[in-house]
C-alpha cells in the first residue's frame, strides 16, 4: 500500500501453454486485485487478461505446453497495464481490429471487448504481443 487507498503491484510470469496454467494466472490475478476497486473494475481488469492470455494459449500456441505464454501485469494507483506475448507466430491485427462477430457466433468477440474495456491497445508488428492499459 503506497498513499491513502492506493495499492500498488507487479507480477511477471511466463506460464506454459496450456489452459490449467492460465486458470492458475486467473485466480493469482483474482486474490492479488481483490482489493482494487469495485467489482466492476475488477470485472473489467480480469475480462481483458482473460482474453489476452486466452487466445495466446489457444491461437497464438495452439495449446501446446512446450510452448510458452509471457505476461506482465503492473497495477500503480488507477492504472492496470496488461503485456501478454506468446511464442506464436502471431496474426493479422490489424484486419481483426474492427471486424465484429456475428450474434450467433461462437468466437470472435476479443477485439471487441478490448475495444470496450480497455482504454488502450497496442499490439507487435508479428502479432504475438499486445499491451493494454486500463484507466479506472
Known amino acids: 500500500m503506497t498513499g491513502p487507498g492506493r495499492c500498488d503491484w507487479e507480477m511477471r510470469t511466463t506460464l506454459p501453454a496450456t489452459l490449467a496454467a492460465a486458470e492458475a494466472l486467473f485466480a493469482e490475478f483474482r486474490r492479488r486485485s481483490e482489493r482494487m476497486g469495485t467489482s466492476s473494475t475488477r470485472f473489467a481488469a480480469e475480462l481483458a487478461l482473460r482474453e489476452a492470455v486466452t487466445n495466446a494459449v489457444v491461437h497464438g500456441c495452439q495449446e501446446d505446453p512446450a510452448k510458452r505464454v509471457h505476461c506482465v501485469l503492473r497495477w500503480r494507483g488507477r492504472c492496470l497495464t496488461i503485456a501478454v506475448r506468446d511464442d506464436g507466430a502471431g496474426f493479422d491485427w490489424r484486419g481483426a ?31 504475438n504481443a499486445v499491451t493494454m492499459i486500463k484507466r479506472f
Open 97 to 127: 481490429w474492427g471486424r465484429e462477430a456475428e450474434n450467433s457466433a461462437c468466437s470472435g468477440r476479443g477485439m471487441a471487448i478490448l475495444r470496450k474495456y480497455v482504454n488502450r491497445t497496442r499490439f507487435n508488428d508479428r502479432g
